[in-house]
């Protein structure tokens, strides 16, 4: 087994790689930089819809996923397009920096940071700051739900919905069930993002599944689903069984036949030799998709 140390500098070797590939691909979306003040400035795509809801509108935030050590927002461009264009709204593709050189809480200050843009340019993107979601898949939900109940913690900013698709919900591998073809966690992959975690594992925000009763009560509205072929799926549809427990209005889907990461692999801007691209895969993306899209517009 590999050190901590050796695995850092393979996860940053794979990432200098991936760089180069991203570097040459033109985002779908407008890139923008937002200033943050001692950091490096916060990466968003913008997705503009072709036929804006008339007043103002909602919003949605992005986040892709790579256990929080890889990724892009650029492989998720025609998804948030697509989202953009279904609903009439504008949606931000977050492009957060990655451990193990910006561990958490990095990127969950990212993402206030890109919200406190949003609520001071709500009349240039003409959105509503009230009527925001988040959503993302696997390290990009459990993200969404870190944000979550950091805002419900601080009694702020909170999101009108949710949407999270096969999320991680407890830090804790034994919350995770191996019976997977393509295991989201293991003990190597537990390991590298034990580097991401940096020693905070046992807070709320990294173990949802454990949260308290009253701090679940509080979460918005949520969009769901989990796979069948997935380390994370159990955890995944007891958290969704948590947040129902306690109130919270939840559309849930378990797609039993899905391998872990179906929907972002199956998108056409998603690397073309991913052994999960197969049309069996891609019919059930098409179907999350309508899920989700169906759940935002009624929810949003």
Request: charged share 25%.
């Amino acid at each position: 087994m590999k050190t901590i140390e050796e695995i850092a500098a393979d996860i940053r070797s794979r990432q200098a790689t991936m760089q180069k590939e991203y570097d040459q691909r033109t985002p779908i979306g407008q890139p923008i930089e937002i200033p943050w003040e001692g950091h490096l400035p916060v990466r968003v795509l913008i997705n503009l819809p072709r036929e804006k809801r008339e007043g103002r509108t909602p919003y949605y935030i992005n986040a892709h996923g790579g256990g929080f050590i890889e990724g892009d927002a650029q492989t998720m461009g025609t998804h948030c397009q697509k989202i953009a264009d279904r609903l009439g709204i504008p949606v931000f593709n977050l492009n957060y920096r990655m451990a193990p050189d910006h561990p958490f809480p990095y990127c969950a200050e990212e993402t206030e940071v890109l919200v406190r843009y949003l609520e001071e340019h709500a009349d240039e993107y003409g959105i509503d700051p009230a009527r925001g979601g988040m959503g993302g898949f696997s390290a990009g939900a459990a993200l969404t739900i870190i944000n979550v109940i950091r805002y419900i913690k601080k009694k702020e900013h909170n999101f009108k919905a949710v949407m999270l698709g096969y999320p991680s919900t407890s830090s804790d591998l034994a919350d995770s069930d191996a019976d997977s073809p393509f295991q989201a966690m293991d003990e190597t992959m537990a390991k590298a993002i034990s580097l991401f975690y940096n020693g905070h594992e046992k807070d709320d925000e990294l173990l949802p599944l454990r949260a308290s009763d009253e701090l679940l009560s509080r979460f918005p509205a949520t969009i769901m689903f989990t796979c069948g072929k997935d380390s994370l799926g159990p955890q995944g549809v007891a958290f969704a069984e948590r947040l129902m427990e306690n109130g919270v209005p939840v559309l849930f889907r378990k797609y039993k036949k899905a391998l872990h990461g179906f929907v972002e692999v199956n998108r056409p801007d998603y690397f073309p030799d991913d052994s999960r691209k197969t049309p069996e895969q891609a019919a059930l993306s098409d179907e999350a998709e309508e899920f989700m899209i169906n759940g935002l517009n009624m929810l949003l």
